[in-house]
């Protein structure tokens, strides 16, 4: 995704959406998180504008880790996939002899509603973000030599200025 799209998306779909959940619930100046993949192509100076005015911190995963730390593919969406799959073979199985084994319209929302009730479970969210040690954070999960030494030295350097900050009388 290149940045007009990001950008696109952010103003017209994120911030629209984050407001109508600060408006509900009578949030109006909750601040709000968006976690994003690292690439550089993402982010601009009208996106991070965007964010300020509208009290969202950005949160950007270290570039080429996404794999490793995609938390909800790991224990939401990969469960529904395995799910998804037994229940089309147990659906083919009681087809078998029929002149029409085609899944209906009707059939696909019925399955697909039973493999999200199975899968998305507020249990498999939590496991999600413990077994890629996003929360709460394990360190041994992401040793240095996966980040990129450029990236790593700036945000080193970030942090020893903050903690400066926070320490001075």
């Not at 550089?40 to 009290?55: T, W």
């Not at 939401?76 to 659906?91: A, C, N, S, T, Y």
């Not at 992401?142 to 900050?165: A, M």
Request: proline residues 6%.
């Amino acid at each position: 995704m290149e940045e007009p799209f990001f950008f696109s998306w952010f103003k017209n779909e994120f911030i629209v959406h984050i407001n109508k959940i600060r408006n509900n619930q009578n949030l109006p100046n909750e601040s709000a998180v968006l976690i994003f993949d690292g690439h550089s192509s993402y982010i601009s100076i009208r996106i991070i504008k965007g964010a300020i005015d509208n009290n969202i911190e950005l949160i950007r995963l270290p570039s080429h880790l996404t794999d490793r730390i995609q938390s909800l593919d790991k224990c939401v969406f990969g469960p529904v996939k395995i799910k998804w799959d037994k229940k089309l073979v147990e659906h083919g199985k009681k087809q078998m002899g029929n002149v029409s084994s085609r899944l209906s319209k009707g059939e696909f929302s019925k399955l697909l509603g039973l493999v999200l009730k199975e899968s998305v479970t507020p249990q498999n969210v939590k496991n999600g973000f413990i077994s890629t040690g996003l929360f709460p954070i394990n360190h041994p999960k992401f040793p240095k030599h996966l980040f990129d030494p450029v990236d790593l030295e700036q945000y080193k350097t970030k942090k020893k200025t903050k903690c400066r900050q926070l320490l001075k009388p």
